[in-house]
């Protein structure tokens, strides 16, 4: 066994460690809005509730280990002393992780991710209407455990109503756990299903996806693709220029016979997304569209 002193480890190397030791971690997926009322969306793996009476959440956008710079949701914390906490489920797993992309202040994160904004109504920061139960919360205090990379922000929430979607309860009208099928974050890119089990979420933190604001409408709406498939889509940097399209088809000269039909293109770019290979399902996506 190997012992470590928090204070003779880096804090990069502390941060892993824990990580990895403490999970799953729910996962809150905070909607605020900053002072000129622009709406922000991020998801943070440092939460949980602490008191029913009140109804307590807290959740932590703790500074950045590498710079020490914050976040825009630490910020807007501060500024309007209001949040929405939406809980994550599979469905919205990969549009989650593609929110947590460092995009620049003011870009709107519900629109990069695809992901609905719907009004609340005691609250000005926006619901996500995918999310199975939204929390609106007044902040009651932000406390800020340290001044140095890594440093820890405890946002204090005080839940001020509820929204849970009908079809996520049990016959006692309770949330039945199977239903809302929640997710949880666990160390690196891992993350906990609550049924049946782990799966990996690649981040979109090393790259700058670009969004499912950027999908072609006709994809967007798509029946085949999910929102996951949608994100992951969204993921990826930039299309494929239209070389790379052309060696794909070259490659494989059954492709042509497939992009006849709309359904079949979408079903086999839905196939390439499960074997994780997004790069090939754009180019069979776009080849459609020539």
């Known amino acids: 066994m190997i012992s470590i ?16 030791a403490v999970g799953p971690r729910p996962i809150a997926l905070a909607s605020t809005m900053d002072s000129q009322g622009r709406p922000n969306l991020s998801p943070f793996s440092f939460f949980n509730m602490f008191s029913t009476n009140p109804p307590i959440l807290i959740f932590s956008p703790a500074r950045r280990g590498r710079d020490n710079t914050v976040k825009h949701t630490f910020n ?3 500024a309007t002393k209001e949040v929405v906490i939406n809980v994550v489920n599979y469905d919205i ?45 007044k902040i009651r205090e932000v406390v800020e455990l ?7 922000n405890l946002v204090i929430c005080e839940v001020l109503k509820m929204h849970i979607k009908e079809d996520v309860l049990d016959e006692a009208g309770f949330i039945d756990q199977h239903k809302i099928d929640l997710v949880a974050r666990m160390g690196g890119n891992w993350y906990s299903r609550a049924t049946p089990g782990m799966f990996e979420v690649p981040k979109p933190l090393s790259s700058l996806g670009m969004g499912i604001d950027a999908i072609p ?3 967007r709406k798509s029946t085949i693709l999910t929102g996951n498939d949608l994100g992951k889509l969204g993921n ?14 070259e490659a494989d000269p059954k492709m042509v016979s497939i992009l006849k039909n709309r ?20 180019k069979i996506l776009l080849a459609k569209k020539r």
């Open 5 to 20: 002193d928090p204070k003779q480890v880096e804090t990069r190397e502390l941060h892993q460690y824990m990580l990895g």
């Open 76 to 78: 807007n914390a501060k």
């Open 93 to 137: 797993v990969q549009q989650v992780s593609l929110s947590s992309t460092e995009y620049a202040e003011g870009i709107n994160e519900f629109e990069k991710a695809g992901l609905s904004m719907l009004k609340s109504d005691l609250v000005k920061p926006y619901r996500v209407e995918e999310s199975p139960v939204q929390f609106e919360c």
């Open 146 to 152: 340290g001044a140095e990379g890594g440093a820890g």
């Open 217 to 219: 409408e006709e994809i």
């Open 236 to 249: 990826v940097e930039k299309m494929p220029s239209e070389e790379e399209l052309n060696a794909f088809l």
């Open 263 to 282: 359904n079949e293109v979408h079903q086999k770019a839905k196939e390439y997304l499960e074997k994780e290979e997004p790069a090939k399902a754009w």
